[in-house]
C-alpha cells in the first residue's frame, strides 16, 4: 500500500478520534446536547471501508456516526456546528450528532432508530439498479441491530433483488450494555447473512488496511452485478455506548485488552516499523489536526443559533 | 367525462402516471403476477415489466423502508400496503424514516414517495384486518395523508401524490373501490392536497365527512332533505395538511356541525373537527358538535353485530336532528 494513502488514513483516524475527545468535552461544559455516541476504537471501520468507495458510491450508517461524516469528507467545521445545534450545521442544527448527512458526498446520513436505515440503503441500492448505474451502498450497522425484524427483511430483499449493497456490521461486542453472546442467537454475525444467500468476509476492524481490502473486494462484487455482500468487521468503543454510561457490563482488563489492538496504534507500528517512516512527519500530522479541530470548534461556537422561523421551515418540500 | 368505479379511477392515475415518468414504479406484496389483491393493478405486470412492477416478499417494513429510500435517490415509488392493517408493521419506516428526513436533515433530502393503503371495515374481515387508523397517521407533521370519497377524486388526489416531492399516504377505502363517478379524461386532472371540498350545498347543519363517510354523509344529507332539513356536506379529502376554511365558512353559515368518521370517536377526527371549530368560530356556535363514529369496540366477524359498530346514514341523521 502506497505511504501517501496511508498517512491519509492516519490523518483521517486522527481527526476522528481528536474530534470524539473534544466533543465529549464540549458534552461535559453542557455545549452538545442530548445523546453522544463515540467512535473511538472503530475508526479503521469508517476510514478503511470508506477509502475503498468509488465516487458515486453511497454511505449510510446508525448513529454513532461522526466518524463516517468525517472519513467521507465533510467540513470538520460543518460538523462540529451540528453537534452545537448552530444553523451552519450539516443539518442546520436540526439533526444533532445522531443525524449528520452530506448528500453531496452521497453521505445520506445517521439514524437513530435501530435497524431502521438498513431498508433505506436497499431502497438507495434499488435507485441505483434502477438507473443502471455500477454504484453501490455502504451500509453501516451495530451487532445490536442483526437481531432487529429490520435488518432480517433488508437482507432478504437485498438477496432477492439482488441489489448492489454492502453491509458491513460493525460488531463491537455490545448492544448498549448487552454482549453479542447475550443478545444473539449466533455470534459470529456472518452465519446470519448466509440464511440470505450472502457470502460473509469476517476482518479484523482494527486494521484499516484489512478493512480497506476486504471493503473493496466487496464493493467491487456488488457492482458486477454479483449482489449484496456482508462483511463482519471485528472492533470495539472504547468509550461508553451514549455518555453517562456505567460500564456495569464489562471489565476494565477487557477494555485495556483490546487498546493493545487500537486502530491508530496498528496503523502507526506499520509506518514507523515497516515502512520506516520518521516519527517526526506523524507528529506533524497529529498538529494539524488539532489545529483542524480547534477552529472547527471557534467556528462551531462562533457560529448563530438557528432563526426561531427554523422551527417550520423544511417540514414538507411543499408548502 | 367517463363514469368509472373508484378501482378505475385509481387504476387510470397509476398507469397515467407511470406512462408520464419511467421514475414511477410500484412495489408491495402481489401487485405484480397476481395483479393486486384488489385488482387495482391487473395487466401492469405484463404491460410495464417487471423492473417497474415489483412483487415482494410479505416483509412490510421494508417495503415501508425501501420505498423510501428509492424516493431518497430519486425514484419515485408508490408502495402498496395490501391492506393498512399491515402498515402498522411499517409504522417505524413510515412516521420515523419517510416522514422526518426532510425535516431531519434540515431540507437536504426529500422523500416522494406514495404509500398506498386500502383500509376499513364492513368486509366482515374480523377484528384485525378491518382498522381505519387514518388519525393515527395523520397526527404526524412531515407526513401527508390523503383519503379519497368520490372517483375522480381519487385519481385527483393520486396524481398529485405521485408528482408531489413530499412522502403521502393514501388511504382507499375498500368498500370503495365499486363506487362509480364521473371522472375527467384529461391526463393532467389533479385534485390538490390539502384543499377541502364542498360536495353539497345547504343552510341548515354542516356535515364533515371524509372517505367512506362521505357516502354515507350524502346518504343522510338526501334523507333529511326529504324531511325539510339542508344539510352542507364538506368533504375534508385531506386530513393532513387539513383544510378548516371550508368547514368554518359552512359552519358560520349553519352554526351546527357533525362530524363523520368511520374510525374511533375518543381521539379521532370528529374531535380535532370540533375543537378547531370551538377555537375559530366560537362565536358562530349554536349546539354542541357532534360526532358519528366507529363504537369503542374491536370489529366483530358476524355481519350484523359488525354493522352495528359501523356508521351509517340513520345515526347521521338522528345526531342532526338532535341538534336543528
Given at each position: 500500500?502506497?505511504?501517501?494513502?496511508?498517512m491519509?488514513w492516519y490523518?483521517?483516524?486522527v481527526?476522528?478520534?481528536?474530534f470524539?475527545?473534544?466533543?465529549a468535552e464540549?458534552?461535559q461544559?453542557?455545549k452538545?446536547?442530548?445523546?453522544l455516541?463515540?467512535?473511538?476504537?472503530q475508526e479503521?471501520?469508517?476510514v478503511g471501508s470508506?477509502?475503498?468507495k468509488?465516487?458515486?458510491d453511497?454511505?449510510?450508517?446508525?448513529?454513532r456516526?461522526?466518524g463516517?461524516a468525517?472519513a467521507v469528507g465533510?467540513?470538520t467545521?460543518?460538523v462540529?456546528a451540528e453537534?452545537?445545534?448552530?444553523?451552519?450545521?450539516?443539518?442546520?442544527?436540526?439533526g444533532g450528532?445522531m443525524?449528520?448527512v452530506?448528500v453531496?458526498?452521497?453521505?445520506w446520513?445517521?439514524?437513530?432508530i435501530?435497524?431502521?436505515?438498513?431498508p433505506?440503503?436497499a431502497?438507495?441500492?434499488?435507485?441505483?439498479?434502477y438507473k443502471?448505474?455500477?454504484?453501490?451502498?455502504?451500509?453501516?450497522?451495530?451487532d445490536?441491530s442483526?437481531n432487529?425484524?429490520?435488518?432480517h427483511?433488508?437482507l432478504?430483499?437485498?438477496?432477492?433483488?439482488?441489489l448492489p449493497?454492502?453491509?458491513?456490521?460493525?460488531?463491537?461486542?455490545?448492544g448498549?450494555?448487552?454482549?453479542?453472546e447475550?443478545?444473539?442467537?449466533v455470534?459470529?454475525?456472518?452465519?446470519?447473512?448466509s440464511a440470505?444467500?450472502m457470502e460473509?468476509q469476517?476482518v479484523?476492524?482494527?486494521?484499516v488496511?484489512e478493512?480497506?481490502?476486504?471493503?473493496?473486494?466487496?464493493?467491487?462484487?456488488?457492482?458486477?452485478?454479483?449482489g449484496?455482500?456482508f462483511?463482519e468487521?471485528?472492533?470495539?468503543r472504547?468509550?461508553?455506548?451514549?455518555?453517562g454510561?456505567?460500564?456495569?457490563?464489562r471489565s476494565?482488563d477487557?477494555?485495556?485488552k483490546w487498546r493493545?489492538?487500537?486502530?491508530?496504534?496498528?496503523?502507526?507500528?506499520?509506518?514507523?516499523?515497516?515502512l520506516?517512516?520518521?516519527?517526526d512527519?506523524?507528529?506533524a500530522?497529529?498538529r494539524?489536526v488539532?489545529k483542524?479541530?480547534?477552529?472547527?470548534?471557534?467556528?462551531a461556537?462562533?457560529?448563530?443559533?438557528?432563526?426561531?422561523e427554523?422551527?417550520?421551515?423544511?417540514?414538507?418540500?411543499?408548502? | 367525462?367517463?363514469k368509472?368505479?373508484m378501482r378505475q379511477a385509481i387504476?387510470?392515475a397509476?398507469?397515467?402516471?407511470m406512462?408520464?415518468?419511467e421514475?414511477v414504479?410500484?412495489m408491495g406484496e402481489?401487485?405484480?403476477?397476481w395483479?393486486?389483491?384488489?385488482?387495482?393493478?391487473?395487466g401492469?405486470?405484463?404491460?410495464?415489466?417487471?423492473?417497474?412492477?415489483r412483487d415482494?416478499?410479505i416483509a412490510?417494513m421494508?417495503?415501508?423502508g425501501?420505498?423510501?429510500?428509492?424516493?431518497?435517490?430519486?425514484?419515485?415509488?408508490?408502495?402498496?400496503?395490501?391492506?393498512?392493517?399491515f402498515a402498522?408493521?411499517?409504522?417505524?419506516a413510515?412516521?420515523?424514516?419517510?416522514?422526518?428526513v426532510?425535516?431531519?436533515?434540515g431540507?437536504?433530502?426529500?422523500c416522494p414517495?406514495?404509500?398506498?393503503?386500502?383500509g376499513?371495515?364492513?368486509r366482515?374481515?374480523?377484528?384485525?384486518?378491518?382498522?381505519?387508523?387514518?388519525?393515527?397517521?395523520?397526527?404526524?407533521?412531515?407526513l401527508?395523508?390523503v383519503s379519497?370519497?368520490?372517483?375522480?377524486d381519487?385519481?385527483?388526489?393520486?396524481?398529485?401524490?405521485?408528482?408531489?416531492?413530499?412522502?403521502?399516504?393514501?388511504?382507499?377505502?375498500?368498500?370503495?373501490?365499486?363506487?362509480?363517478?364521473?371522472v375527467?379524461?384529461?391526463?393532467?386532472?389533479?385534485?390538490?392536497?390539502?384543499?377541502s371540498d364542498?360536495k353539497r350545498?345547504?343552510s341548515?347543519?354542516?356535515i364533515?365527512?371524509?372517505?367512506?363517510g362521505?357516502?354515507?354523509a350524502m346518504?343522510a344529507?338526501?334523507?333529511?332533505?326529504?324531511e325539510?332539513?339542508?344539510a352542507?356536506?364538506?368533504d375534508?379529502?385531506t386530513?393532513?395538511?387539513?383544510?378548516?376554511?371550508?368547514?368554518?365558512?359552512?359552519?358560520k353559515k349553519?352554526?351546527?356541525?357533525?362530524v363523520?368518521e368511520?374510525?374511533?370517536?375518543?381521539?379521532?377526527?370528529?374531535?380535532e373537527?370540533?375543537?378547531?371549530?370551538q377555537?375559530?368560530?366560537f362565536?358562530?356556535m349554536?349546539?354542541?358538535?357532534?360526532?358519528?363514529?366507529?363504537l369503542?369496540?374491536?370489529l366483530?366477524?358476524?355481519?350484523?353485530?359488525e354493522?352495528?359498530?359501523l356508521?351509517?346514514?340513520?345515526r347521521v341523521?338522528?345526531?342532526?336532528?338532535?341538534i336543528?
Open positions: 500500500m502506497d505511504k501517501t494513502i496511508l491519509d490523518r483521517q483516524m481527526l476522528i478520534r481528536r470524539e475527545q473534544r466533543s464540549l458534552y461544559q453542557g452538545i446536547g442530548g445523546f455516541h463515540l467512535y473511538i476504537g479503521a471501520v469508517a470508506i477509502a475503498a468509488a465516487e458515486g453511497h454511505v449510510i450508517t446508525a448513529y456516526d461522526h463516517h468525517l465533510s467540513d467545521k460543518f462540529m453537534m452545537l445545534g448552530k444553523a451552519t450545521g450539516v443539518s442546520k442544527g436540526k450528532s443525524h449528520l452530506d453531496d458526498r452521497h453521505f446520513g445517521g439514524y437513530a435501530v435497524g431502521g436505515h438498513l433505506l440503503a431502497g438507495i441500492a434499488l435507485a441505483e439498479q443502471e448505474t455500477s454504484n453501490a451502498v455502504l451500509c453501516y450497522f451495530g445490536g442483526t432487529i425484524g429490520y435488518f427483511e433488508a432478504n430483499l437485498a438477496s432477492v433483488w439482488n449493497v454492502v453491509w458491513i456490521a460493525e460488531n463491537n461486542q455490545y448498549m450494555g448487552t454482549s453479542i447475550r443478545a444473539s442467537a455470534s459470529e454475525l456472518i452465519t446470519k447473512a440470505y444467500g460473509g469476517r479484523n476492524g482494527m486494521n488496511m478493512v480497506y481490502d476486504s471493503s473493496k473486494k466487496a464493493l467491487d462484487r456488488a457492482r458486477s452485478g454479483l449484496p455482500q462483511i468487521m471485528i472492533t470495539y472504547y468509550e461508553g455506548h451514549s455518555m454510561d456505567p460500564l456495569r457490563y476494565k477487557e477494555v485495556e493493545e489492538d487500537d486502530p491508530i496504534g496498528v496503523l502507526e507500528r506499520h509506518l514507523l516499523q515497516v520506516e517512516l520518521d516519527k512527519s506523524l507528529e500530522i497529529d494539524k488539532e483542524e479541530i480547534d477552529e472547527a470548534v471557534i467556528f461556537e462562533e457560529s448563530p443559533l438557528p432563526a426561531i427554523e422551527l417550520f421551515t423544511d417540514i414538507y418540500v411543499e408548502a | 367525462m367517463a368509472i368505479t387504476t387510470d397509476l398507469r397515467e402516471e406512462k408520464r415518468d421514475n414504479f410500484i402481489e401487485v405484480g403476477v395483479g393486486g389483491t384488489y385488482a387495482v393493478t391487473r401492469f405486470h405484463e404491460e410495464f415489466g417487471e423492473k417497474r412492477v415482494t416478499p412490510e421494508v417495503i415501508g425501501a420505498a423510501a429510500g428509492a424516493a431518497m435517490n430519486g425514484l419515485r415509488p408508490v408502495a402498496e400496503f395490501m391492506t393498512i392493517n402498522f408493521l411499517a409504522f417505524d413510515i412516521v420515523n424514516h419517510a416522514a422526518k426532510h425535516y431531519m436533515f431540507g437536504n433530502i426529500k414517495v406514495v404509500f398506498r393503503a386500502p376499513g371495515g364492513g366482515q374481515l374480523g377484528a384485525t384486518h378491518s382498522h381505519t387508523p387514518d388519525v393515527i397517521f395523520a397526527h404526524f407533521p412531515g401527508k395523508v379519497p370519497g368520490s372517483p375522480a381519487a385519481k385527483g388526489l393520486l396524481k398529485s401524490a405521485i408528482r408531489s416531492d413530499d412522502p403521502v399516504l393514501f388511504i382507499e377505502h375498500a368498500t370503495l373501490y365499486q363506487l362509480r363517478g364521473e375527467p379524461d384529461d391526463h393532467d386532472f389533479l385534485v390538490p392536497i390539502g384543499v364542498v350545498e345547504g341548515d347543519v354542516t364533515v365527512a371524509y372517505a367512506q362521505l357516502s354515507v346518504d344529507a338526501e334523507q333529511l332533505a326529504k325539510g332539513i339542508e352542507e356536506v364538506v375534508l379529502r386530513l393532513r395538511p387539513l383544510d378548516m376554511g371550508p368547514v368554518l365558512d359552512s359552519f349553519t352554526f351546527k356541525a357533525v363523520v368511520e374510525g374511533y370517536r375518543s381521539y379521532g377526527i370528529g374531535a373537527i370540533a375543537a378547531r371549530i377555537e375559530e368560530g362565536d358562530y349554536d349546539a354542541p358538535i357532534k360526532r358519528v363514529a366507529q369503542e369496540v374491536p366483530p366477524y358476524s355481519a350484523d353485530l354493522q352495528a359498530a356508521i351509517n346514514a340513520p341523521i338522528e345526531a342532526v336532528k338532535e336543528v
